[in-house]
């Protein structure tokens, strides 16, 4: 007989799986931990982002050609004519996004740098390889170098433009239209 104030089997095997997942995570005590409120989150909700902290401390760091099984390797940019390097750099931008890596504010690259860039700078990148399928690796192609004037030429809204030279206390660069549009797959930030 069920109580009608008796917790149900599934609300119990969420409160085991948060007491399993909060002891796995106990050596690994930051304060982040400290930031998952219980009194406003679901036990589900709160298991979830347990679950994503807890693969976060367990994921190898990993060059990003080293995430695909053989390891992705593209050809030197050097040997590459423009028709086929553009159908390597679409194809393999499939293969990073199978990989949940999204290139971010790609427009104002010719195909070839775009290339490079993933050639020289994404594919050796060592990063956490998270086997959860709602996170992405948000690769910004506009912030290379920490210069924010590709951003703010091509990509920065007015009003992210406007909070720029108020706080640099200079005029930005003119707005300009990425000259090389691209559809790329996207996914949330």
């Excluded at 409160?15 to 998952?36: C, H, K, M, T, Y």
């Excluded at 994503?52 to 760091?61: D, H, Y």
């Excluded at 920490?146 to 920065?156: F, H, N, Q």
């Amino acid at each position: 007989m069920i109580y009608p104030n008796s917790p149900r089997s599934d609300e119990v095997d969420h409160l085991l799986r948060n007491a399993q997942l909060r002891d796995a995570l106990e050596p690994l005590f930051d304060e982040s931990i400290g930031r998952v409120n219980a009194g406003v989150m679901s036990t589900t909700s709160e298991n979830e982002f347990l679950e994503s902290m807890l693969e976060w401390e367990r994921a190898p760091i990993l060059p990003i050609s080293d995430w695909f099984e053989p390891k992705l390797k593209l050809p030197h940019p050097d040997d590459l004519e423009d028709q086929s390097l553009r159908q390597v750099l679409y194809r393999t931008i499939g293969q990073l996004y199978e990989k949940h890596v999204v290139l971010d504010f790609t427009d104002h690259l010719t195909d070839r740098q775009l290339y490079c860039l993933v050639y020289r700078d994404i594919l050796p990148s060592p990063e956490k390889m998270l086997q959860r399928r709602n996170n992405y690796l948000h690769w910004d192609c506009a912030n290379t170098g920490g210069d924010p004037e590709v951003w703010l030429t091509y990509y920065a809204s007015s009003e992210e433009r406007q909070v720029w030279a108020d706080e640099m206390d200079e005029l930005p660069p003119e707005m300009l239209d990425p000259p090389y549009p691209r559809e790329l797959p996207r996914a949330p930030m």
